[in-house]
C-alpha cells in the first residue's frame, strides 16, 4: 500500500489549567502530518496534495494564532476548554479531517487517512492511526466511535467490550469471507465394493 504524508503548521497558545508546568498561558509551533494511503491512479497520485490541503487547511487557520483553549470552548470539545492536551487537539482535527474526506467529491474512493500526528514541539507528539487494520470508512467511523467513547465516561470494562467487538469484525472481514474449502469424498475400500 502507497501512502503519501502533508505536514501543516500553526502557532497557537493555551494552558492546562493547575498543570505545574503547563498552567500558564505559553505558545507552541505545532506541526500535523496527515498520511493518507491508497492506491496511486493514473496521474501517478495516491491523493492531489492540493485536494488534501483545501480540507485541511480551514482548521489550521482556525487554530493558527490563536487560543486553543477559547476554539475547543467554542467547539464544545468536553474537557478542552481548561485542558487542551495535545491529544484532544488531534482528535478535534481527526474529527473534522474526517468529516472533510466525506464532503469532498475529488476525494479518491480507494484512498484513506491512515495516520495523523501532531507535534506540539520537537520533542513530543500524538499520533492517531484511525484504521490500524482494514481500510474502509465504516471501520474508520466505528474507531473513531471508539475513541470519542473514550473522551466520555465509558467504563474501561465498556471500552475494551468495544474494541473487542471492532477486532471481531475486522477478523471475521479479513479472514471469514473466503469459503471453507470442500472435502474430498472419503476414498470408499476396495473390499466394501462388491
Ligand atoms: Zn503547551
Known amino acids: 500500500m502507497l501512502s ?50 483545501e480540507i485541511v487547511d480551514p482548521y489550521v487557520d482556525t487554530l493558527d494564532h490563536a487560543t486553543i483553549n477559547d476554539v475547543m470552548l467554542t467547539d464544545k470539545v468536553p474537557g478542552g476548554w481548561d485542558y487542551p ?23 479518491p474512493k480507494e484512498a484513506s487517512c491512515s495516520r495523523l500526528r501532531l507535534w506540539e514541539t520537537v520533542k513530543n507528539f500524538a499520533e492517531c492511526v484511525p484504521n490500524p487494520v482494514s481500510s474502509g470508512p465504516y471501520l474508520l467511523d466505528e474507531y473513531l466511535q471508539t475513541l470519542r467513547s473514550e473522551q466520555t465516561a465509558a467504563s474501561p470494562e465498556e471500552i475494551k467490550a468495544s474494541l473487542e467487538r471492532l477486532f471481531d469484525r475486522v ?14 469424498p472419503a476414498p470408499v475400500p476396495i473390499e466394501s465394493l462388491g
Open 171 to 184: 477478523r471475521k472481514e479479513t479472514h471469514g469471507s473466503a469459503p471453507a474449502p470442500e472435502l474430498e
Open 4 to 53: 503519501v504524508t502533508k505536514r501543516f503548521s500553526f502557532e497557537s497558545a493555551h494552558w492546562l489549567t493547575g498543570h505545574p508546568h503547563c498552567g500558564s498561558v505559553h505558545g507552541h509551533s505545532f506541526i500535523l502530518e496527515v498520511t493518507v494511503q491508497g492506491v496511486m491512479n493514473g496521474l501517478g497520485m495516491v491523493v492531489d496534495f492540493h485536494v488534501l490541503k
Open 85 to 107: 492536551t495535545a491529544e484532544r487537539l488531534l482528535l478535534w482535527f481527526v474529527d473534522r479531517i474526517e468529516q472533510g474526506i466525506k464532503n469532498c467529491e475529488e476525494w
